[in-house]
């Protein structure tokens, strides 16, 4: 989607003081290192390097905004947080940056929502599930939530379908979708809702005559279903 092609860098900070003041919906993107967060920012926005992608994971340690919106004008914001879990990382920064996330996603005002990055072949880890769990409270106010599975390529089509049907029992009633950036598998269709998240009333609208137009179709599950059914050996082999 174009609105997300406009995504420019807006600053970085190592501390939660240290960030501006945003009034506009933000958005954070959380996720283990290794769980491909900068290539699906960069893929998401159709930019080589807004996100940096670093070959050893779990050395960036800043909360880096980009804006998103026309020339002069931002409507939204993309939080990029530090990954986490990393076993390179001392242990005192491990603690230290599990904090700030903890801290900033509980109280950062303007957050709108929440995209959790998980490799699907790992599925959601217990770090995943405490982080979670910490912010579950905004959650039940009202903040959205995306748990994004990344990696999909590496997986069949039967097993994309197995494990998205995990880890929406494990979501708890937060989004769950399927991301490569390899195939683009998924881009059109997160960046569809990270701008409905940030744009309630028009994202509404919209929403409303997508489902007019597709009134009686297949909803997602049937044709992950379907897919899934397809790729499964037959009882022959």
Same mark, same amino acid.
């Given at each position: 989607?174009?609105?997300?092609h406009t995504a420019r860098f807006l600053t970085?900070?190592?501390?939660?003081?240290?960030l501006p003041d945003i009034t506009v919906p933000?958005?954070?993107?959380?996720?283990? #290192?290794?769980?491909?967060?900068? +290539?699906c920012i960069n893929? !998401?926005?159709?930019?080589?390097?807004?996100?940096?992608? #670093?070959?050893?994971?779990?050395? +960036?340690?800043h909360?880096? !905004?980009?804006?998103?919106?026309?020339?002069?004008?931002?409507?939204?914001?993309l939080a990029d947080l530090p990954g986490y879990g990393y076993a390179a990382v001392s242990r005192s920064d491990k603690q230290r940056w599990q904090q700030v996330m903890v801290n900033y996603l509980r109280s950062r005002q303007g957050?709108?929502?929440i995209v959790l990055l998980c490799d699907p072949?790992?599925?959601l880890t217990e770090l995943d599930e405490a982080l979670l769990e910490a912010v579950r409270p905004r959650v039940e106010a009202g903040l959205k939530f995306l748990v994004l599975l990344t990696k999909a390529d590496k997986l069949t089509r039967a097993e994309q379908a197995k494990v998205l049907s995990?880890?929406?029992?494990?979501a708890g009633g937060g989004e769950v979708k399927m991301f490569s950036a390899l195939k683009k598998q998924g881009v059109d269709e997160v960046a569809q809702l990270l701008w409905q998240w940030s744009h309630p009333v028009e994202g509404s609208t919209a929403a409303a005559a997508a489902g007019d137009a597709t009134q009686g179709g297949d909803t997602e599950a049937d044709a992950e279903a379907d897919d899934a059914d397809r790729d499964a050996p037959s009882s022959s082999n």
């Open positions: 989607m174009g609105w997300m970085t900070a190592a501390q939660l003081h240290h933000e958005i954070a993107f959380v996720g283990r #290192s290794n769980a491909g967060k900068s +290539t893929t !998401l926005t159709q930019q080589k390097q807004l996100a940096f992608a #670093s070959k050893k994971p779990g050395r +960036t340690q909360i880096n !905004l980009f804006a998103l919106g026309k020339q002069g004008v931002t409507d939204a914001v957050l709108t929502a072949r790992l599925g995990i880890t929406r029992l494990q």
